[in-house]
């Protein structure tokens, strides 16, 4: 199925040391009425995360390249593994992903919450967040730690043979093709044979645009990726009443495209040359800033079709955020296992970000706006833009990156 997507998987592999003999809406906007919903203790500090992350991850991308991931995904992941995790090791992680606050237990209850918030599939969008624990054959996690990640995180477990390395990779990859719509096939490689648990995050996300665009409008044209690099688009048109907000002290402008459902994509577009400033300065409170101004405008807006695919290695950007002994031999996961010490070898992210015209096949019903007279505001994203996907119900940023260049697979 052709149509909007974004999805990705994320594995934390899991080593043992000693296998062998010798051993949307922006946070703090406004509260629902019964108190704040269980998982929106989570939104605030999985925001700040991702800020972080995007940083981290933005200064290590090449130039022109497009840096694309779900925050949630990869909070979600963590969170996990922070569930098998204790002492030292337990608190980086806590203290990396804004939990110092809550408790374990609270924030297993918060993600249990937010699954089944964000579980109510509509017939017009898919969201799908999930896990999976994939576990050698013969090695016996704690019992309560596969409880929590069943009960909590929604997790598939299931044995793997990481003997046969390949037929391994083959069987994890086969869980995400199925989990992704087949949109990510080749997750996994490489796996050691000397693994003893992969946990793997997945997020999958199909929406139907509320205002499609109409493909007759849609045409060539060209896409600065940067001064000197130009690339050719296949650019969508629309005329419509949209959430429009120009910050001038902040140099950028922001459009807000909802989709059918509780999801919206945010555009943000730094003014001529001004990106690596935005870059410096955004945080969540920008994002909440800009939302709370946004107002209904007439907009002849031309957004790019792209289909991107980004990948990160995220053992470096953790390690720098603070989580390092999870990845070291005095790694305490000793909430996994009493018998065996086990670190985590690698952790990996891909994400996929598709949008077109509709977002599904046929969208068979035309809406006719009435605009007012006034002159419409251009918004032409033909250079590099930000762009976050938020779920609102659960105050989630559900996937966030700059596109730089929509060609590039």
Not at 141 to 164: G, I, M, Q, R, W
Request: with cysteine; glycine share 6%; hydrophobic share 40%.
């Amino acid at each position: 199925m052709r149509g909007i997507f974004a999805s990705c998987a994320l594995s934390a592999l899991l080593l043992a040391a000693a296998w062998a003999d010798h051993h949307h809406h922006p946070p703090g906007s406004e509260h629902s009425h019964e108190g704040e919903l269980s998982c929106h203790k989570l939104s605030s500090p999985n925001a700040d995360f991702a800020f972080a992350l995007y940083k981290h991850l933005s200064t290590n991308a090449a130039a022109g390249k497009n840096v694309f991931f779900s925050p949630l995904g990869i909070s979600t992941a963590l969170s996990m593994l922070s569930t098998g995790a204790s002492g030292e090791t337990h608190r980086q992680l806590f203290s990396s992903l804004g939990y110092s606050a809550h408790t374990q237990a609270q924030v297993n209850e918060a993600y249990e919450h937010l699954f089944h918030m964000m579980g109510h599939s509509q017939e017009s969008q898919i969201l799908d967040v999930g896990n999976g624990v994939a576990v050698r054959s013969g090695f016996s996690p704690l019992e309560k730690f596969l409880k929590d990640v069943k009960h909590y995180y929604s997790a598939d477990v299931f044995n793997v043979d990481f003997t046969k390395p390949a037929e391994a990779a083959a069987q994890i990859n086969t869980f995400i093709a199925s989990k992704t719509q087949d949109k990510i096939k080749e997750m996994v490689k490489d796996l050691d044979a000397e693994m003893a648990m992969v946990l793997i995050n997945y997020v999958y996300f199909r929406g139907q645009w509320e205002k499609p665009f109409d493909g007759n409008q849609t045409h060539k044209a060209d896409f600065n990726v940067d001064e000197t690099t130009k690339v050719q688009v296949d650019m969508m048109k629309r005329n419509g009443r949209y959430q429009f907000y120009q910050d001038a002290d902040n140099h950028t402008t922001v459009v807000m495209l909802p989709y059918k459902g509780n999801t919206s994509m945010m555009i943000v577009l730094p003014d001529e040359g001004k990106m690596k400033e935005v870059e410096g300065y955004i945080n969540k409170d920008y994002i909440k800033h800009w939302h709370d101004s946004l107002f209904r405008s007439s907009v002849d807006l031309f957004l790019p079709k792209f289909s991107i695919s980004a990948e990160a290695a995220l053992d470096s950007p953790l390690k720098e955020m603070g989580i390092t002994d999870a990845f070291a031999n005095n790694a305490d996961f000793s909430g996994m296992s009493d018998e065996i010490k086990l670190k985590v070898s690698k952790v990996s992210h891909q994400a996929v970000l598709s949008v077109d015209e509709t977002g599904t096949e046929a969208a068979a019903v035309t809406t006719i706006e009435v605009m007012p007279m006034s002159m419409p505001e251009t918004i032409k994203l033909d250079r590099p833009f930000m762009v976050f996907i938020l779920e609102h119900s659960t105050r989630s940023i559900v996937f966030m990156g700059k596109i730089s260049n929509p060609a590039a697979e």
